[in-house]
């Protein structure tokens, strides 16, 4: 059972352990779609269903204009906040441990709020909003309706109208007061996940559970132990692997039990479809003890062993391990771990830790409690960490506090709360780019901040509500010789925001994609993404019209580039005539097809990451082909890459162009085809 207890200051008595009180949220990262309003909101707990907690679209917030962040608002809710803040739609959507879930405007004026109730707490006092929100459009009674998902301590799940708050459904998934959703919503390919848990005042029976999205209805229920059973809660948040459709949590300690909890204190892998048990593991006797158990969220992020990509995800203990698994051998035990805090049963005080990771597509930043760095003794700890290894890159010592909520990302920038403290530091050496304190009587950061659209968001125990922000949006200074005209003329145009759905279909700006994209089975409209998956060989998608002088700029990823690349055509007038652009991991590459013919027209180098997403750039204006690649997350090229010069192809359309292997992912997030 549970030692651990925390003092809820809204009632002045003890409730229960942290185990998820800053966990509970929501990769993102699929028939709904995620809210997106503007490309660096965040829509979800640690901004996506495969729990990244990195917002890579972010550039107002950066390691050269963070220092100069300053207090915007502030609300005094009076009662404690442990959720993450998410942001989209113009608004900021928060709960309360009132029960009161809030919707306030960017400006600190308040939208609404739902009072979507308490719960008496067996351990004492009382327990309200301990869950964060997902923000989706869904389709309810045949209308498109943007929808907030939440769950209330009163075991009661909600869908509300995140216009006005008003309730468009509830479920009840246990008795109040005694099962408790400590885990927020994911929500994928129209389901949403979440586990229960308890407030230790008995153990429940950890369960997980799949609704409909649009109508509420219990789906499938995955039960961790046996019934009559107790034990194994699950404290975190379920993380969802796209790829292959699977889910992955970590569990709490064992329970009272005539057979053995062999998925207790562990981590578990079950299809999304249905819940269907797949793998789990256990904690070793030797590093388990009392209330040693899991109350953390896995986070999901790839490397390179041997050779190999490999898929894994990583999450911590409260017995100070951070383990990392192999997604395709989960039962075999961690690939890497590392101690990275004391052990014990109290996250508050410093034991162990509860902070889901987070990554960047380069390095695993891991928070916990009390440690040693550099023979400094440390209230708390974050280190980024090789993902293939585990080995330290750099470690911060924390002197405020143990890091208790989820650790935050934006390109350069990683952030925490620490004790009474939130942090900025620098990714590439942990340099501090801004800190402030709050310390107010009862203060502490139990939540995880939220970076959107040039500011922070974050919420604290003594119940107060924090915005910092006050910094201009970069300027861009494109260079003539390579961009647009000020007044391009547009040809085609995807944003690929619409509801999930069977092929690519009608494009945002209303012209319809051709080829492959809405005749072949691996093309989906997946999570505001156009996917292609579960397919082999070479795809055309083509949206606009026929033009001489094009220029195409579109962003996106591949799972792996085994056998595989990312690209896309110019003046394409049949699968045997066209001009292509496509990075392969190693290179980026011009080539051309004529009456069948493949010819490679230029090549630089250039290493891409499976996962991460690429933004390319190809131009063809008269005989001059043009082209370069970066990270979307990082700053454009000044230059083109390649130039090139061929005549062999005078006109024809434009659009994607992909090479992949059955067991690879294409995401594309954006597709733009000008007139230079």
């Known amino acids: 059972m549970r030692s651990y207890r925390f003092p809820l200051l809204a009632w002045g008595v003890f409730a229960i352990i942290l185990g998820s009180v800053l966990?509970?949220?929501?990769?993102?990262?699929?028939?709904?779609?995620?809210?997106?309003?503007?490309?660096?909101?965040?829509?979800?707990?640690?901004?996506?269903?495969?729990?990244?907690?990195?917002?890579?679209?972010?550039?107002?917030?950066?390691?050269?204009?963070?220092?100069?962040?300053?207090?915007?608002?502030?609300?005094?809710?009076?009662?404690?906040?442990?959720?993450?803040?998410?942001?989209?739609?113009?608004?900021?959507?928060?709960?309360?441990?009132?029960?009161?879930?809030?919707?306030?405007?960017?400006?600190?004026?308040?939208?609404?709020?739902?009072?979507?109730?308490?719960?008496?707490?067996?351990?004492?006092?009382?327990?309200?909003?301990?869950?964060?929100?997902?923000?989706?459009?869904?389709?309810?009674?045949?209308?498109?309706?943007?929808?907030?998902?939440?769950?209330?301590?009163?075991?009661?799940?909600?869908?509300?109208n995140a216009s006005t708050g008003a309730i468009i459904w509830q479920t009840s998934l246990g008795t109040p007061g005694t099962q408790v959703l400590w885990s927020s919503p994911v929500l994928f390919n129209g389901s949403i996940y979440i586990g229960i848990a308890s407030n230790d005042c008995p153990l429940v029976q950890g369960q997980v559970f799949q609704l409909n999205a649009t109508t509420g209805v219990i789906q499938n229920t995955f039960n961790v132990v046996p019934n009559g059973c107790q034990g194994a809660s699950v404290w975190g948040t379920v993380t969802v692997d796209t790829n292959n459709s699977t889910l992955y949590f970590a569990t709490g300690n064992p329970g009272s039990c005539s057979q053995a909890e062999t998925m207790a204190d562990g981590v578990v892998q079950l299809n999304a479809s249905n819940l269907t048990f797949k793998s789990s593991w256990q904690i070793p006797p030797a590093q388990q003890g009392n209330d040693l158990d899991f109350g953390s969220t896995p986070t999901l992020f790839t490397a390179t062993i041997g050779g190999t990509v490999h898929h894994l995800f990583g999450v911590a203990g409260k017995n100070g391990i951070y383990y990392a698994f192999d997604e395709a051998n989960v039962s075999q035990g961690p690939v890497w771990s590392l101690t990275i805090a004391r052990s014990g049963a109290g996250p508050e005080s410093g034991d162990g830790s509860v902070s889901p990771s987070a990554w960047d597509g380069t390095n695993l930043y891991v928070g916990g409690g009390a440690t040693t760095i550099n023979g400094q003794s440390c209230q708390g700890g974050l280190r980024a960490l090789n993902p293939a290894t585990g080995a330290i890159v750099w470690a911060q010592c924390m002197t405020d506090g143990p890091v208790i909520g989820a650790v935050t990302l934006v390109p350069g920038v990683v952030a925490v709360g620490e004790g009474t403290a939130i942090w900025l530091m620098a990714t590439s050496d942990g340099h501090s780019l801004f800190k402030t304190w709050d310390t107010s009587t009862n203060s502490k950061y139990y939540g995880a901040p939220t970076i959107a659209n040039g500011v922070?968001?974050?919420?604290?125990?003594?119940?107060?509500?924090?915005?910092?922000?006050?910094?201009?949006?970069?300027?861009?200074?494109?260079?003539?010789?390579?961009?647009?005209?000020?007044?391009?003329?547009?040809?085609?145009?995807?944003?690929?925001?619409?509801?999930?759905?069977?092929?690519?279909?009608?494009?945002?700006?209303?012209?319809?994609?051709?080829?492959?994209?809405?005749?072949?089975?691996?093309?989906?409209?997946?999570?505001?993404?156009?996917?292609?998956?579960?397919?082999?060989?070479?795809?055309?998608?083509?949206?606009?019209p026929t033009a001489t002088d094009v220029e195409v700029l579109f962003s996106g990823s591949l799972s792996s580039f085994t056998k595989s690349n990312l690209g896309a055509v110019l003046r394409w007038s049949d699968s045997k005539n066209w001009y292509k652009v496509s990075i392969n991991g190693t290179g980026l590459m011009i080539q051309k097809k004529v009456n069948g013919t493949l010819t490679l027209l230029s090549k630089t180098a250039f290493t891409a990451t499976a996962g991460a997403s690429y933004t390319l750039r190809f131009r063809v204006v008269g005989s001059t082909l043009s082209a370069k690649v970066w990270q979307t997350a990082s700053t454009e090229p000044a230059s083109w890459m390649i130039t090139v010069a061929d005549s062999s192809l005078l006109s024809g359309r434009c659009g994607i162009h992909l090479q992949v292997q059955s067991t690879v992912t294409a995401d594309i997030t954006s597709f733009l085809a000008i007139k230079p």
């Not at 949220?25 to 990195?54: E, F, K, P, Q, R």
């Not at 308040?110 to 009382?126: D, E, H, K, R």
């Not at 922000?469 to 494109?478: D, F, K, V, Y």
Request: a negative charge.
């Open 456 to 544: 922070v968001y974050i919420g604290n125990k003594n119940g107060k509500f924090y915005v910092y922000g006050g910094l201009a949006a970069p300027t861009p200074t494109p260079s003539p010789s390579i961009t647009p005209s000020p007044t391009p003329t547009t040809l085609a145009q995807d944003t690929l925001h619409r509801a999930n759905q069977t092929h690519w279909g009608t494009a945002s700006d209303g012209q319809v994609w051709g080829r492959d994209a809405n005749t072949q089975s691996s093309f989906s409209i997946n999570t505001n993404m156009g996917q292609v998956s579960n397919g082999s060989g070479q795809y055309n998608a083509l949206l606009g």
């Open 23 to 160: 966990l509970t949220g929501v990769w993102i990262g699929h028939i709904s779609s995620y809210a997106s309003g503007n490309s660096a909101d965040w829509t979800t707990y640690l901004h996506d269903v495969g729990h990244s907690g990195y917002n890579s679209t972010e550039t107002i917030i950066n390691s050269g204009s963070a220092s100069k962040l300053k207090l915007q608002w502030t609300i005094n809710e009076g009662s404690t906040i442990s959720t993450q803040p998410v942001v989209t739609n113009g608004m900021i959507y928060w709960g309360s441990w009132d029960g009161m879930e809030h919707a306030t405007k960017l400006d600190g004026t308040q939208a609404w709020t739902t009072n979507l109730g308490t719960a008496p707490s067996n351990c004492g006092g009382a327990l309200g909003i301990l869950s964060t929100a997902t923000v989706a459009t869904e389709t309810i009674n045949g209308t498109s309706t943007l929808v907030v998902f939440v769950g209330s301590a009163n075991n009661k799940f909600y869908a509300l």
